[in-house]
């Protein structure tokens, strides 16, 4: 696969633990906030996003919190799994009249069977 | 399948020679994008598109340019290529902007010597 970062930030997790990757967000205006998982060689996928007006929201063994007083943003992934290996991405967006996005620099995921 | 397709996937150029990438989606989506993803960069947009012939500049426009005569296709136009735009180029589409679900396709590597 393709090398889509050099020098991010690494978590390595053990098959089967939970994982919980962080990001920080810089706007305060800004009131969507999205996950996307990008595998080697592959374009970015969507996980799961959230709105500002809540602070948790539960998808298929993802979950994102939402802290706005501390703006920060974090996705729990439980029983990690090898399929998981990947880079994430989190993303701000919203503020202004195209909504932009702000991606943040990503975040690899390193599973150990 | 709902897919974006981009060609080609892997070119090598010398500096100055035009060269077109194409990008085309099948699902109806009025939100287009370009990104150019470098190693400790993360995603940087370069053009967006939020509907047909409406383009707009991203992040980093110079040395780009893109059309959108349908609804379906947004081709990525590098007039005269120099080594700085050797990079991963993504194409994505949304049906709406971009905190919309955004899908991405495979990429295109792209070298210019």
């Known amino acids: 696969g393709e090398s889509v970062g050099l020098h991010l930030p690494t978590l390595s997790v053990q098959e089967g633990d939970n994982s919980i990757i962080n990001c920080a967000y810089s706007n305060s205006a800004s009131d969507y906030f999205i996950w996307y998982k990008q595998e080697s060689g592959k374009g970015p996928q969507f996980i799961i996003d959230?709105?500002?007006n809540m602070d948790k929201r539960q998808g298929q063994r993802v979950t994102v919190l939402l802290n706005k007083t501390v703006k920060h943003l974090s996705l729990q992934i439980a029983a990690t799994q090898p399929g998981d290996s990947a880079v994430y991405f989190c993303a701000e967006g919203g503020a202004g009249n195209n909504r932009k996005l702000i991606w943040g620099l990503g975040t690899s995921l390193a599973v150990n069977p | 399948e709902a897919q974006v397709t981009q060609n080609p996937r892997y070119l090598i150029t010398v500096t100055g020679k035009k060269l077109t990438v194409t990008c085309s989606q099948n699902?109806?989506?009025?939100?287009m994008s370009w990104y150019r993803q470098d190693p400790g960069l993360g995603l940087r947009q370069i053009y967006y598109?939020?509907?047909?012939?409406?383009?707009d500049k991203g992040d980093v426009p110079e040395g780009y340019k893109v059309s959108r005569k349908e609804k379906r296709n947004f081709p990525l136009i590098l007039e005269s290529p120099s080594p700085n735009q050797t990079s991963l180029y993504f194409c994505a589409s949304s049906w709406a902007d971009p905190t919309s679900k955004q899908y991405f396709g495979p990429g295109t590597r792209l070298t210019v010597t």
């Open positions: 959230i709105r500002s």
């Open positions: 699902m109806n989506h009025e939100y």
């Open positions: 598109s939020m509907n047909v012939e409406v383009t």
